[in-house]
């Protein structure tokens, strides 16, 4: 997240007691690219090689498509302020493009700058014009392995193995949330290494995800924090309450935030305002009641 004086001036002054209350002064280290397929992706022999392509809206953000090679971009937190607790950052687009910044590096940035180790999921897209890809098939994949190459690289990162989460916004939420109740178990003889590490998240953070017809969610499936607007679409405003209600029926620990005359696709952007302005305050909040904000 940059906390530069245009884009505080340019939120006015709501907007820069909020975005200088979410900046501390320390900067968590330059992020690093990582490939999730080095050897090229399942599914996408011949055109791996292909560049992303990037466009640039009229209010200078930065949208990603024709994502072949799957990577993650990861974000460390100092050391001092490290929780050992890390997100697996998932932004969204329609599945056919990724917002990057709103949904993205400011997400993740903040994370980092609040003891959060965060890395974002650049995964293929299977509504793109053309794609080859499917939700269910590639892009779950893609978010599988990326929890798994998280928790296979914990003592390196020096991230608690068993405190990894997906972070997930719209379309990039219904993928957090399949990860979160299509996860796979490691195979102690998967010829593939990071096949023998589980794809489970600890938790889950959906804001204004899409929502699958089918929940699928059972005591198995990791603690939620769930955040929209009411003025969002009602298969998201609504379908979010009902999935809250189905959790908490199968005894999973969930905390449902709805924000009344918000619509889709706020983020975390300088210039957001109100209450739903302040949402990932709220989600350190959560984290730390879910005791994963304690130092190890």
Not at 60 to 81: D, F, K, M, T, W
Request: charged content about 20%; aromatic content about 8%.
């Amino acid at each position: 997240m940059n906390c530069s004086a245009r884009q505080i001036t340019r939120g006015g002054f709501g907007a820069a007691v909020l975005w200088l209350l979410l900046c501390p002064a320390g900067r968590a280290a330059d992020p690093q690219t990582i490939l999730l397929w080095p050897d090229g992706a399942p599914g996408s022999e011949g055109r791996s090689a292909e560049p992303e392509t990037v466009r640039v809206t009229e209010r200078g953000e930065h949208v990603v498509s024709n994502v072949h090679a799957p990577s993650l971009i990861r974000y460390e937190p100092q050391r001092e302020r490290a929780s050992g607790t890390a997100i697996v950052v998932i932004p969204g687009g329609g599945h056919a493009e990724l917002w990057m910044d709103h949904e993205g590096y400011h997400v993740a940035q903040f994370l980092a700058d609040h003891g959060v180790a965060a890395i974002i999921l650049k995964y293929r897209l299977a509504h793109q014009s053309g794609s080859i890809y499917t939700v269910e098939g590639d892009e779950l994949a893609d978010a599988q392995r990326a929890i798994r190459l998280v928790r296979s690289r914990a003592e390196e990162w020096r991230i608690d193995p068993h405190r990894i989460g997906v972070l997930g916004f719209s379309a990039g939420g219904e993928l957090a949330f399949l990860a979160a109740t299509r996860f796979k178990e490691g195979q102690a003889t998967a010829p593939d290494l990071l096949g023998r590490v589980s794809s489970r998240p600890d938790f889950q953070a959906l804001i204004y995800p899409g929502i699958p017809v089918d929940l699928q969610v059972s005591a198995a499936t990791p603690p939620a924090f769930l955040l929209c607007g009411a003025a969002d679409q009602p298969a998201i405003s609504e379908g979010l309450a009902s999935l809250y209600l189905a959790l908490r029926r199968a005894g999973v620990r969930a905390e449902l935030h709805i924000y009344d005359g918000i619509g889709h696709g706020f983020g975390l952007r300088a210039d957001n305002v109100g209450p739903a302005a302040a949402w990932p305050e709220r989600l350190l909040e959560w984290l730390d009641q879910q005791g994963l904000m304690k130092r190890p």
